[in-house]
């Protein structure tokens, strides 16, 4: 008996496919789409005469993986890159970052730092981005605009700012702006304390219990520099994290962004109480924070997921740069080879961020059910050739400029390098209206 083929959206041929689950790479075969979701992945044959797509596409030297996600990042900072660089943290903080935010960000500062950096992450293969700042309604619109994943932080602090005047101001807003935004498939929201050294017991308390009322994460900056810890411990009597855990944070909900100071104890603690970290190395690096033990993170089973920080801090919004970064720098601080090897940081780079963020029912792997966020990277360059193992390669040769498709929720956003937003192909006059109201902020 003969079946009339299935129709489906679309069905990409990929000469290789790495689902992340499993942990395997599939030689010549093709994942079918349809209303935006997996449908099937299985050998290229098979799949023309079981599928009657509207749409093929044919990548017969690309590596097809899941859509990257950004586990930490402050998108509109995209606007301050290079704007104070060559600095240790809390000078490039305390004496640049604030007074030109403070001078600068509006709701208008978000919308257009967003965008720019909305299109540099699609075109480096990035799917969705988990963002702590400002005005989370702007970032929101940009995200909608330019069709990617969204998981937008109800920032908090103590201080005022353009945006609000107190902790309870940042909360009440930022819960307001979720409100709004409830229904948008593609943005979600998590509470994002900025740190222990701007953040009061009380407001942590109220995160807290906000966290379990809205079943959302919970985003902090923890123990990124020797001298946030130490200050801590002289003041409190503690370090910043065993606060933390005294006041009930640490828990599956709990993403801690940094962790480059930890002792044995504190990693422990982190992995009994299944807490993720979510790894920034080329930050780390640039503000001298010193080199997260992310080979030991993993060998006590925390989940570690990547993040790029945000463009004034590193100054790339380059996952794929990142995940090369993090696997030698773990191989190099732990004197293993073998440490991080390139199954394990593509799964950084996918499915640990989806699993950090509640997200891993939906993404970070090829899977029939899940949504299709996809990246297609094109490993037949001269520069990418020859080619053994492709996710070794995805890791150690390619870039983010092997990157040609990348798809969201079954949409196309990245086609043959070139974005479908015309919003990104028109961003120049932005750009530089922006930097001549910023370079006097240079020589603060």
Known sequence: MTHEPEAIDLLIEARWIAPVEPDCVLDNHALAIRDGRITAILPIG???KRF???QRKTLDRHILIPGLINLHTHAAMTLMRGLADDLPLMD???KHIWPTEAAHVSAQFVLDGTRLACAEMLRGGITCFNDMYFYPEAAATAASEFGMRAVLGITTLEFPTPYASDADDYLNKGLAVRERWRDNRLISFCLAPHAPYTVTDATFERVLMLSEQINGPIHCHIHETRQEVDEAIARDGHAPLTRLHRLGLLGPSFIGVHGVHLSRHELELL?????HIA??????LKLASGFAPVAEMSRLGINVGLGTDGAASNNRLDLLGEM???SLLAKGTSGDASALPAHEVLRMATLNGANALGLGHEVGSLIPGKAADLCAIDLGSLENRPCFDPVAHLIHVAGRESVTHVWVNGKCCIENKTSSNDLANNL?????LWQNKLEVCRNI
């Open 324 to 326: 090369r970064l993090a």
């Open 52 to 54: 009657s797509p509207t």
């Open 428 to 432: 120049d006059s932005v750009i530089a």
């Open 46 to 48: 098979e799949a023309r």
């Open 92 to 94: 490039w903080l305390q």
């Open 271 to 275: 992995a009994t109480t299944g807490s």
């Open 279 to 284: 790894h920034c190395p080329t930050s780390n």
